[in-house]
């Protein structure tokens, strides 16, 4: 027998009164419930960075986060970076530099890389690189990840 719980979440600004299992992650509550699918499921293990999402401004893996932890919390995925129709500057510098191929990885990347340089990470390739480390791109496009950082970290 599952045991059901009523939630109420904030994400992307917007508030949710859901019912979920308390074994519920947070990467499918966002994907299976709420048809937030931007944040992606790659291993479901904390081994591939392609969930990341945000909760109040720091990045967390989706996949190992539980809905029921989320209450009184801010979550922003990828769909809430953009201000309407205007890109977040990480979603345009990935587009300036070439920052994905396949876009698999990407919504955990930019996730993780506007954390990179709220954070400050970014005195050097080595530091962004070490960020960015838990984020796994199979397309090998980490030189235009690493320059889309250091674009928006130069602003
Ligand atoms: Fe969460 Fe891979 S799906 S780290
Ligand atoms: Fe394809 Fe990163 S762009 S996995």
């Known amino acids: 027998q599952k045991e059901q719980l009523p939630l109420t979440v904030s994400i992307n600004k917007k508030s949710y009164a859901i019912k979920a299992d308390t074994r519920t992650t947070l990467l499918d509550l966002l994907r299976e419930d709420l048809n937030l699918t931007g944040a992606k499921k790659g291993c479901d293990h904390g081994q591939c960075g392609a969930c990341t ?8 893996l989706s996949c ?38 396949c876009g698999y990885c990407t919504p955990g990347q930019i996730m993780s890389a ?37 674009k928006v970290a130069a602003k």
Do not use: W
Not at 53 to 60: L, Q, Y
């Open 64 to 101: 190992l986060t539980l809905a029921a932890m989320v209450p009184g919390k801010e979550v922003t995925t990828i769909e809430g970076l953009a201000n309407g129709d205007k890109l977040h500057p990480m979603q345009e510098a990935f587009i300036e530099c070439d920052g994905f191929q």
């Open 53 to 60: 999402v945000h909760i109040d401004g720091e990045r967390v």
């Open 114 to 150: 506007v954390a990179c340089v709220k954070e400050g990470h970014t005195k050097s390739v080595a530091e962004i690189k070490e960020f960015m480390s838990g984020n796994l791109c199979r397309c090998g496009a980490y030189n235009g990840i690493v320059e889309s950082i250091q």
